[in-house]
């Protein structure tokens, strides 16, 4: 029940692309939905946060889509550059209790 | 602001051997964590301290130990080391602001590789 699914593993497109990355969970008690970005060699950084009571978050060209009945969210990055090129997480977590629970990863690839 | 700083960032050890593996922020947050990434297995919380002289375990605490004496370290000390304790390890803190999003400051992260 504390876990969080995350898919694809890997994912390439090309410039100008829309990836989209997938995750899921089961614990109705998370209130807390943050996706990090990882380049090699670096620790993650934040990269866009959203609460269960807002279906959509927009940062840039980062989105977040959440659906709370299917216990569902998304990451979509709009007009993909190859800078955007990095491992993202998704992670969930009771906001205040700071235990984050982490998604296995994404490795995007975004072809010039 | 140096932010999340870790030492060392390159580490060998043999099996058995303890070591501490260091950790500061210079941000005065209240809340600091340790992490070990595998590959696909994502970021994993190994211990966290709410403050200073406040730690709690979390999901894969054996084999470490944490203390929390002042607000900017939080060292994490490996008692007996394991093969099985392969990884890089990151440190984080954070801070809350009522009203936004909690964020987590991750440092560059040690690579420990146990023989």
């Known amino acids: 029940q504390q876990q969080v699914k995350q898919s694809p593993q890997s994912l390439i497109v090309q410039k100008g692309g829309i990836p989209i990355i997938n995750c899921a969970y089961e614990?109705?008690?998370?209130?807390?939905f943050p996706w990090y970005q990882q380049f090699p060699g670096k620790g993650p950084a934040l990269l866009i946060a959203i609460r269960p009571d807002v279906s959509e978050k927009k940062e840039g060209r980062f989105t977040i889509s959440f659906n709370k009945s299917a216990k569902q969210f998304s990451l979509h990055i709009m007009d993909s550059q190859p800078g955007d090129s990095a491992t993202y997480f998704c992670?969930?977590?009771?906001?205040?209790?700071?235990?984050?629970?982490f998604g296995t990863g994404t490795r995007l690839k975004v072809l010039a | 602001n140096a932010g999340v700083t870790q030492t060392p960032k390159f580490q060998v050890l043999k099996t058995g051997q303890s070591m501490t593996l260091q950790c500061a922020q210079d941000m005065n947050h209240e809340y600091m964590s340790w992490y070990r990434q595998d590959p696909g297995m994502g970021l994993r919380l190994i211990h966290y301290?709410?403050?200073?002289?406040?730690?709690d375990q979390g999901e894969v605490p054996n084999g470490y130990n944490v203390s929390r004496s002042t607000t900017e370290d939080f060292p994490l000390r490996l008692l007996s080391a394991a093969p099985s304790q392969t990884s890089v390890y990151f440190c984080?803190?954070?801070?809350?602001?009522?009203?936004?999003?909690?964020?987590?400051?991750f440092g560059p992260g040690t690579r420990l590789t146990v023989l």
């Open positions: 301290s709410v403050g200073a002289g406040i730690t």
């Open positions: 992670a969930a977590s009771i906001q205040g209790t700071y235990k984050y629970i």
């Open positions: 614990n109705t008690a998370f209130d807390y």
């Open positions: 984080a803190s954070s801070y809350r602001v009522a009203g936004a999003v909690d964020t987590q400051y």
